[in-house]
């Protein structure tokens, strides 16, 4: 899979050459490349944002320089890329579609800053025939400053369902958000050593029954999801 990410601060995507992803990167995996928007503005001054027709506080992003950039890309693509846009008013990002996108051969990432992106950008490519389509995805029920955070959660998360990136597959199987059995969050979980500060893993975890131990997380994994997030309880 090829991830081009396009940030007026690429700085703030050096996380992604550490831990699983910088792993994935090394290893083949995962193709990420990173791109100053900047570098596409035409003014000495590197101009990447206006005020906003109709009036209003706060800054947009110019579709120009946008252009650009997403031009750019796509002419070194091999396919037709996907464009993702993180923002506040986009679609929800949870972990099926997470699992749409790591199936995906080429995902493009614009990471808007100010007030976001001039909507026309993503009008446009959505249009595109040399486009696979467009997304606008949001991360949560919260502004940030930017989209460059909700790149690097979005690339990690679909990072992850990469066949070969995680070290065991059945990981991501039984991660939370990864099952529609009425529990979707994981239950409690202990390692060594049996007790820490008095407090002592439970006793059906070292009984040796594995019906027992299965029947138990699954019992754990139901109240939790029920107290934290009844809205995912059937």
């Not at 950039?69 to 949870?94: K, N």
């Not at 991660?175 to 390692?191: N, Q, R, V, Y």
Request: glycine share 8%; net charge negative.
């Amino acid at each position: 899979m090829r991830v081009d990410i396009v940030s007026i601060f690429p700085e703030y995507l050096s996380p992604l050459d550490l831990s699983l992803v910088g792993k994935a990167r090394e290893a083949g995996l995962i193709d990420i490349r990173v791109h100053d928007l900047r570098e596409f503005a035409t003014d000495r001054h590197r101009t990447v944002d206006d005020t906003p027709y109709g009036g209003g506080p706060g800054m947009v992003m110019l579709a120009e320089v946008w252009g650009a950039a997403l031009d750019a890309v796509r002419a070194t693509a091999e396919s037709d890329p996907w464009l993702v846009i993180p923002t506040p008013s986009g679609y929800r990002f949870d972990q099926p579609t997470a699992t749409t996108l790591a199936q995906r051969e080429h995902l493009v990432i614009a990471c808007g800053r100010y007030e976001g992106i001039d909507s026309r950008v993503a009008e446009y490519y959505a249009a595109s025939d040399e486009w696979a389509g467009v997304v606008e995805l949001s991360v949560g029920d919260y502004v940030l400053a930017g989209g460059e955070a909700a790149a690097l959660v979005m690339v990690e998360a679909v990072a992850r369902l990469i066949p070969g990136v995680l070290g065991n597959a059945e990981s991501a199987a039984d991660d939370s958000f990864s099952k529609s059995d009425g529990a979707p969050l994981e239950g409690p979980l202990f390692t060594k050593p049996p007790v820490w500060r008095e407090l002592g893993v439970p006793d059906v975890l070292l009984s040796g029954d594995h019906g027992r131990i299965a029947r138990w997380r699954e019992e754990q994994a139901v109240e939790r999801t029920r107290e934290r997030r009844p809205d995912l309880t059937p």
